[in-house]
Nanobody
């Protein structure tokens, strides 16, 4: 069993930055791809970014490419999401998740992820 706890969310003005963290406990996640998703009110949960098990490969949604950066520190069992140039449309609850397959490259599909955190709220004011 893996527990994921996100932190770092908050209220920020448009153009500002936030850094989200996701700490995994229960077992190491160093052999698994990790993902960030977000869900705005009244909308489905959507893919934001993913990183493969080693950190060598990343993938981003078009809406955040060039503004967000996903990274990981396997020694700390933690994955990060650096968010720059934030826009009001980035407002959502952000979730991290663990891929179901070891040594995978990551995925944009929610169904591939088995463990999810409780989420952290990000609000961007205009």
């Amino acid at each position: 069993q893996v527990q994921l706890v996100e932190s770092g969310g908050g209220l920020v003005q448009a153009g500002g930055s936030l850094r989200l963290s996701c700490l995994a406990s229960g077992r190491t996640v160093s052999a698994y791809a990790m993902g960030w998703f977000r869900q705005a009110p009244g909308k489905e949960r959507e893919f934001v970014a993913t990183i493969n098990w080693s950190g060598a490969t990343t993938d981003y949604a078009d809406s955040v490419k060039g503004r967000f950066t996903i990274s990981r520190d396997n020694a700390k069992n933690t994955v990060y999401l650096q968010m720059n140039s934030l826009k009001p449309e980035d407002t959502a609850v952000y979730y991290c998740a663990v891929d179901s397959s070891r040594f995978s490259s990551g995925s944009r599909w929610r169904e591939r992820y088995t463990y999810w955190g409780q989420g952290t709220q990000v609000t961007v004011s205009s």
